[in-house]
Each structure stands twice: as structure tokens, then as C-alpha cells.
Nanobody, 122 residues
Framework: QVQLVESGGGLVQAGGSLRLSCAVSGRTFSSYTMAWFRQAPGKDREFVAHISWSTSTTYYADSVKGRFTISRDNTKNTVYLQMTSLKPEDTAAYYC???????????????WGQGTQVTVSS
């Protein structure tokens, strides 16, 4: 059974940092693209960043470029999202997802985690 389990969310003040983790189990994602999406209350789920598991090529949404960094650790089967200079508008539930193609569209992502809440206070 494939599982993506996020952790690391929490409450942080504006300007602070958090690191989210996504632990992957149940299969090998060596040819997959791993991504982070987020969803704020009343809004659509939006793309944040993705990384190729094999090449580590990354791509970011303009809203987080320069502040967030996506990375992966093959030995731990874990994907990370390091978030710095957090803003209140970054408040959302953050989801890890896996796709066989690199994409910013959630429709291509087959596997999803349950999400972890990030709240940034002003």
C-alpha cells in the first residue's frame, strides 16, 4: 500500500521558518515527480513546488520562489519543503503528492498525503 505521510506543520509568526517532511512508503518513486501543493480555506488547491526524484530538477510557483526550497533524501525516502520568510498568506494545508510526469497541475498526481496544516500569524 502506497503511503505519503506529511509532518512538520504548525503555527509560526510571519518571517519565521518551517520544514515540512513527506515520508514515502509502499513503492519506489525513483521515476516520479514529487510535489507540494497547498489549499487555503475556501480556495482551490494550488501548486507550490515539485522535484524530480531521479534528477532533483526543481520548479517553483512564483509566489514561493526564493523563499521555499524543495529537496529529497533518497536514503530516507523523504521529500522536504523548507519554508522561510513565511507570510500570513502562506497559511494553508500543505499536501505532498506523486506524479509520473512533471506538472503543476494536480490532475496528474496519482498519490496524495493527508496534509499538514501551516498557520502563519501576523
Amino acid at each position: 500500500q502506497v503511503q505519503l505521510v506529511e509532518s512538520g506543520g504548525g503555527l509560526v509568526q510571519a518571517g519565521g521558518s518551517l520544514r515540512l517532511s513527506c515520508a514515502v512508503s509502499g513503492r519506489t518513486f525513483s521515476s516520479y515527480t514529487m510535489a507540494w501543493f497547498r489549499q487555503a480555506p475556501g480556495k482551490d488547491r494550488e501548486f507550490v513546488a515539485h522535484i524530480s526524484w531521479s534528477t532533483s530538477t526543481t520548479y517553483y510557483a512564483d509566489s514561493v520562489k526564493g523563499r521555499f526550497t524543495i529537496s529529497r533524501d533518497n536514503t530516507k525516502n523523504t521529500v522536504y519543503l523548507q519554508m522561510t520568510s513565511l507570510k500570513p498568506e502562506d497559511t494553508a494545508a500543505y499536501y505532498c503528492a506523486a506524479s509520473q510526469v512533471p506538472s503543476r497541475s494536480r490532475m496528474f498526481y496519482t498519490y496524495w498525503g493527508q496534509g499538514t496544516q501551516v498557520t502563519v500569524s501576523s
